[in-house]
């Protein structure tokens, strides 16, 4: 498979919406993808959500994460403190990482998802025909090894 960032790319840039919360990554993600999961479609208030996971140390926000929220055990998510923006998500079964919403990265168009995770919870009525991997769960591994 692909690297999922643009080669040329060193930096990986973003913002909310209102643009009080900035992101800098210094690598490239370490997976991306669609997530189906209920957790993610009310958070993000999507169908789907889409997201860069990164190493968490290699993610600033600027001038901070925002606002943090844990609805569910074991998942944090942060939004902007102004505009509410979805930034990230952090899962205790995925540790040592900062799953990031592609809308809000500036190189979305060069970050193309390479799987659907959660497919066991894909809304009845959402048909995304891609050819890309779909697994009914995710787990650390099965992120990392779709971008081999």
């Known amino acids: 498979m692909t690297d999922p960032a643009n080669e040329s ?8 919406y209102c643009g009080a919360t900035q992101i800098r ?9 669609y997530c ?14 889409a ?11 600027i001038p901070n994460e925002g606002r943090s929220v844990s609805a569910n055990p074991g998942v944090t998510r942060t939004f902007c403190e102004t505009c509410g923006s979805p930034l990230a998500g952090r899962y205790e ?5 900062v ?6 990265l500036d190189q979305a168009d060069d970050l193309p998802p390479q ?5 066991a919870h894909r809304l009845k009525w959402l048909h995304i025909n891609d050819g890309l991997e779909r697994i009914a769960t995710s787990s650390r591994s099965q992120l990392l090894n779709s971008v081999d």
């Open 9 to 16: 790319a060193t930096e990986i840039t973003g913002r909310c």
């Open 25 to 33: 990554a210094t690598q490239k993600p370490t997976a991306i993808a």
């Open 36 to 49: 189906h999961c209920t957790d993610c479609r009310r958070a993000t208030g999507a169908p789907v959500a």
């Open 51 to 61: 997201f860069a996971a990164f190493d968490e140390t290699a993610v600033t926000f």
């Open 93 to 97: 079964y995925l540790p040592g990482q």
């Open 99 to 104: 799953y990031v919403a592609l809308g809000v």
């Open 115 to 119: 799987l659907h995770a959660h497919e």
